[in-house]
């Protein structure tokens, strides 16, 4: 089974700090992970994923996430936070062996305010 | 827009009472996935089609929901008899056929059980 925890329920951050939101999974074989964001009454729009490649994958709004295999983590950062970045942000797995399933696994969310 | 739609984004109904939820996900995609949502958690998946074909369910799809695609287009996503426990926000969400593209979510239908 696959599984995805994101150990911080809340991160409070001052605008223009750097960020770190915090994810760490476990699933069979080589993952495919995600980050998303969701708004308030909105659906979850991607930000960026990690496939194969270099360990650090650079997504949408100056976001990325750094893959560590040994860690099995993928956290996601950006270096200077701004207030509209303040959002639930989930971290999702999914294993990448042929056969496995496809839908994604999520983690129950990490809710940052960026202060002003 | 070309985003993933889901209508309606809001329905309260009564205890006991069907519902049915439509989604239409954006158009080159063939794969199309249902999660459901409850507050302070992240969505839990429970049906997944390629095409018309329903591939994947989860144990959390009871025998009083039951989700079509019939021409692999839209998809329905029909709860039957209604509990309390069926409050949420229901996700679609749609990808390209390969496994390693990102699904793209809608804004989700609301549901509130009186």
């Known amino acids: 089974a696959q599984s995805v925890a994101q150990p911080e329920d809340q991160v409070n951050v001052a605008e223009g700090n750097p960020l770190t939101v915090k994810c760490t999974y476990s699933?069979?074989?080589?993952?495919?992970l995600f980050w998303y964001v969701q708004y308030p009454n909105r659906g979850l729009q991607f930000l960026l994923k990690y496939i194969t490649g270099d360990n650090l994958v650079k997504g949408s709004y100056g976001f990325e996430a750094e893959f560590n295999k040994s860690q099995t983590s993928f956290h996601l950062k950006k270096p200077s936070a701004l207030v509209s970045d303040s959002a639930l942000y989930f971290c999702a797995v999914r294993a990448s062996l042929i056969g496995s399933a496809r839908q994604l696994t999520f983690g129950s969310g990490t809710q940052l305010t960026v202060l002003p | 827009d070309t985003g993933v739609s889901q209508d309606p984004r809001h329905k309260i109904t009564k205890r006991g009472q069907n519902v049915t939820f439509r989604c239409d996900p954006i158009?080159?995609?063939?794969?199309l996935y249902w999660y459901r949502q409850t507050l302070g958690q992240g969505p839990e998946f429970l049906t997944y089609f390629q095409n018309e074909a329903q591939l994947e369910k989860s144990r959390l799809l009871s025998d009083r929901f039951s989700a079509e695609r019939p021409k692999g287009s839209f998809s329905t996503l029909e709860i039957q008899r209604t509990e309390q426990g069926d409050s949420a926000m229901y996700l679609c969400a749609s990808s390209l056929g390969t496994s390693n593209q990102p699904q793209h979510f809608g804004d989700g239908t609301r549901l509130s059980i009186l």
């Open positions: 699933v069979s074989g080589n993952p495919y």
């Open positions: 158009s080159e995609h063939n794969r």
